[in-house]
């Protein structure tokens, strides 16, 4: 496999096209998931099925790039069956690791398939070293995804003190920022990602005309009522927008993505070693950008070049054509 030049770039691939798109555009690691509930991102049209995954990861091989698969959502009471499947078809196809929250599948990869890298996804929301130390002693874990709650600051003090390798997000969708603990989809879907791997479901998503303007449903709620030229966003309960003491706002967070390419070096020296895109639910076309912009400044900070001109287009990739530094700048409080 390639050995990263500056930080490892862990990118999105939500279809066998976004894999190769992926691969082809930069990526040293890809990560993905299977085509049902055991991984966060479990929307129709997305993920792979067992052969599309056998071949995706041998296409990354091939080019020295590393495959991740996601098994990063929590089983119901009863139901480990497909969890537990996922982390034997990962193997068998031959992936470089397994991402993995629920301490029941932890357990099972670790017992079943002690030689297959077991990464700690940010589902599980650990951000402090007793709690990543006890997921390293107890399951052998080799690398934490940090949750998005931490300044730089922190996250250097943080990664200080752990034995395992330290991966976090760089660019894309912001939630509510309480890693593994979002259920507000469901009790209005009847669905969540924290165990459906679905939030906010494409068939209780419904856009209806009100005057010159635009609603945003879900399910019989209303999420956001847009102006004619104001961005238009996918409705999710966290990026809602409610009429509070007569006023209208987002409570939770706006539509808004985080992009860290300015502050690269900053995470470097905090002792990060790996970069996280968001976005499986995005097409190749914007893997294939982001992916190249990201490949474009990892390679300039390795080589003491100035930032390219790819990191401008960045911006543009953002949801709601808006970004942020978000908790790495103050934390999150």
Known sequence: MRAPKYLELVCPAGTPAALRAAVDAGA???YCGFRDATNARNYPGLNFDREEMRAGIAYAHARGRRVLVAVNTFPRAGETGLWHQAVDTAADCGADAVILADLGVLDY????HPTLRRHLSVQAAAANP??????????GISRVVLPRVLAVGEVAALVAQLKVEAEVFAFGSLGTMVEGRC??????TGRSPSSDGVCAPAECVAYQ???DGLRACLGTAMMNRFGPDEPRSYPTPCKGRFVTHGSPSYLFEEPIGLNASAILPDLKAAGVTALKIEGRQRGRAYVTEVVSAFRAILDALAEGRPPPRAAARLH???EGGQETLSAYRSGWR
């Open 183 to 188: 259920y507000l989809s469901s009790y209005m």
């Open 28 to 30: 040293d690691t890809v």
């Open 316 to 318: 543009a990739l953002n």
């Open 130 to 139: 007793l709690a990543i130390d006890f997921y390293r002693e107890r399951f």
């Open 109 to 112: 990869a670790a017992r079943r």
């Open 209 to 211: 005309e009100d005057g």
